[in-house]
């Protein structure tokens, strides 16, 4: 029986909350059976008064609690949320399950679609009335032990609940490498692998090679049974401190709607056995695969590109540079020194269309004293000589020098390609270690000259960070 039944029968046996116990307000309140018109609402404030002053004549513990417990329902019962419109109500939870995806094991820290059914009736009615409140799940496996219940848990609950057609967002994390291999888990893998083909999102944390081979394996049984792709709906691919040495073949070449690739290592091997072509969002943390000019060749529908750290490519002959016309983001989130961004990378390749350059430099610590005590910056250290001493006070300057070729070379490729930026934005990093903090300068005119020479349309915008961010290196 769904709340809104519920609420007829209550209300044909009970007409006047005046009539009504404890136990009777406290079922109007899991129904959600609050006072709607002025009249009522009317009603339910002349009962909340008599209620008060009830309290005020009994003395008695025991009948003092049970009243003041009525009293709270009757509050409850007026208060504004209760006669909010469902569909306001389903919003509402709607950015809570989009910002906590449901745990595994069924019980996780702060508010879930879960924990939402647990309020009232009214609530929980709304919220199974939703499968794509329970199509995101997060499975972080902190022990094998309780496994069965968690299969159970996501073959009875969380999968029934999500319907049959709504595509899931699935995340897996075995916190330890030999996870997988105890038979709990592995039945849990099995319960997802059926379901393979309303996959929408999949990312993998810290999954070594053992993991990756079954799961590369379950999927590809799955395809053979299927006699057809077995992650046709997947979009978007996360792999989170992935083994690296792993080639993915078996798992990317079956997925044919992939959109967005979220990587930490990206080799030539692996674009040997990837379909980018369809790729619209690519972000790498270390991209160790062929030039750019090759990696934007098999990603014609690129539109954002996200790169970190970039080994030596090799070089490719072309008679003419290539012109990628749909890339218009570029995301440099750690350009650190020339030695992380090959020669020439960006010599064959024009962007005509790019719009938003973002890059995050990181600079190089170089220390000199100063000869007026007034003027130095400190250093607070406690180490081994690495940094100058509060009794040789030194300047600490951060310099952008080493960027020079690299920001001169992407700016020749801007230049060229003739683009005309919207917005460009420069965010300085400084890296300290734990030992202890600097006070800087920062003399060096790098990177405003290249924000100032960088071709951007009349109403774009120029953003280079004023403050240095101190990552701390544990």
């Not at 006699?227 to 996360?238: I, V």
């Not at 350009?335 to 024009?350: D, G, K, M, Q």
């Not at 030992?435 to 003399?443: K, M, P």
């Amino acid at each position: 029986m769904t709340s809104e039944n519920a609420k007829q029968v209550y209300r044909s046996e009970f007409c006047s909350p005046n009539n009504l116990s404890f136990d009777d307000f406290h079922t109007r309140c899991r129904l959600n059976d609050a006072p709607m018109s002025l009249s009522e609402c009317s009603q339910f404030e002349h009962l909340v008064d008599e209620t008060r002053h009830a309290l005020q004549r009994i003395s008695a513990p025991r009948s003092r609690d049970r009243l003041s417990k009525i009293l709270d329902f009757q509050l409850s019962l007026l208060s504004p949320i209760r006669r909010l419109p469902p569909d306001i109500m389903i919003e509402i939870f709607s950015y809570i399950v989009t910002e906590k995806p449901i745990e595994s094991g069924g019980v996780s820290e702060g508010l879930d679609a879960l924990k939402i059914t647990w309020v009232c009736v009214w609530w929980r009615d709304l919220a199974l009335s939703q499968p794509v409140f329970w199509s995101s799940i997060n499975f972080s496996f902190r022990f094998a032990f309780g496994a069965v219940e968690r299969q159970r848990f996501l073959k009875e609950c969380l999968i029934p609940r999500s319907g049959s057609l709504m595509p899931l967002d699935i995340s897996l994390h075995p916190v330890f490498p030999l996870f997988f291999t105890f038979p709990g888990p592995t039945a849990i893998l099995d319960v997802l692998v059926d379901y393979t083909n309303r996959w929408k999102s999949l990312k993998l944390v810290e999954f070594n090679r053992s993991a990756m081979d079954q799961l590369a394996a379950m999927i590809m049984s799955k395809q053979a049974a299927a006699a057809s792709s077995p992650l046709p709906l997947l979009q978007r691919l996360t792999l989170d401190d992935v083994d690296s040495n792993y080639d993915f073949g078996g798992l990317y070449m079956c997925c044919p709607s992939l959109r967005e690739l979220h990587i930490k290592h990206l080799k030539s091997t692996h674009l040997d056995v990837i379909d980018v072509q369809n790729l619209v969002t690519l972000e790498v943390q270390i991209y160790g695969g062929p030039s750019f000019v090759v990696l934007l060749q098999r990603c014609p529908l690129l539109q954002t590109l996200t790169l970190c750290l970039v080994a030596n490519t090799p070089a490719v002959n072309l008679s003419s540079p290539f012109s990628h016309i749909h890339l218009t983001t570029l995301n440099l989130s750690r350009l650190s020194s020339s030695f992380h961004f090959p020669r020439n990378a960006w010599e064959l390749i024009r962007l005509p269309n790019l719009t938003h350059l973002y890059i995050r430099a990181h600079g190089n610590r170089t220390y000199t004293d100063l000869e007026d005590p007034l003027a130095h910056f400190y250093i607070k250290a406690h180490g081994n000589g690495t940094y100058p001493d509060l009794e040789n006070p030194g300047e600490v300057n951060i310099t952008f020098t080493n960027h020079r070729r690299v920001l001169g070379e992407l700016l020749e490729m801007l230049l060229w390609s003739d683009c005309s930026l919207q917005k460009v934005s420069i965010h300085k990093v400084y890296e300290e270690s734990s030992r202890g903090y600097a006070f800087y300068s920062n003399t060096d005119t790098v990177l405003d000259d290249f924000l100032a020479k960088v071709p951007v349309c009349e109403t774009g915008q120029r953003f280079l960070d004023p403050e240095i961010h101190v990552v701390l290196i544990m």
